[in-house]
């Protein structure tokens, strides 16, 4: 089982920790030995639950969105980026250069096809820009993809 990861980034410490929380328990619901982590590894829920799939013992492929996608993540998140890419069993490339937002949303769309199912940390309302959560969801909907949605019940972003 391939299973996507898409969320919002910036959570506060209380909303993290229930998110860890959820995604620890969706990751349990798998087994092990047939389950693959798909994630760009983004600082928050994209690395959580990457962690959380190694952690039970399942393997990660990454996907980078452009070749200048770590540099514009933030630097304390480097180190957890690195462990990360080095753990992956594959890496895929959209094979652009500036990390925009359009290289983010051309990088979802590689994870979702790789995928068969995606678990998105979504609030449920529209993305903040181009290549968000909610666009990242509303293209896996559109083809055909399973969207398993996680969001702590009244959390704020």
Not at 33 to 39: C, E, G, N, P, Q
Not at 115 to 125: C, N, S, T, Y
Request: proline letters at 4%; one cysteine or more.
């Amino acid at each position: 089982m391939r299973v996507g990861i898409t969320g919002h980034r910036g959570l506060g410490e209380d909303v993290e920790q229930r998110v860890r929380e959820m995604l620890d328990e969706a990751v349990r619901g798998f087994a092990r030995d047939d389950l693959t982590a798909v994630s760009c590894i983004a600082d928050g829920p994209d690395s959580w639950f990457a962690e959380a799939v190694l952690e039970h013992g399942g393997s990660l492929e990454v996907v980078v969105p452009a070749a200048e996608y770590r540099e514009g993540l933030p630097e304390w998140h480097h180190p957890v980026y690195d462990a990360l890419y080095r753990s992956a069993a594959d890496v895929h490339e959209t094979g652009m250069n500036e990390s925009t937002s359009e290289a983010h949303q051309a990088g979802s769309e590689i994870l979702v096809g790789l995928v068969d199912q995606l678990v998105a940390v979504w609030d449920g309302k529209p993305a903040r820009g181009y290549g968000g959560t909610a666009d990242v969801v509303a293209y896996a909907e559109r083809t055909g993809v399973p969207v398993r949605i996680l969001w702590p019940e009244g959390a704020c972003r």
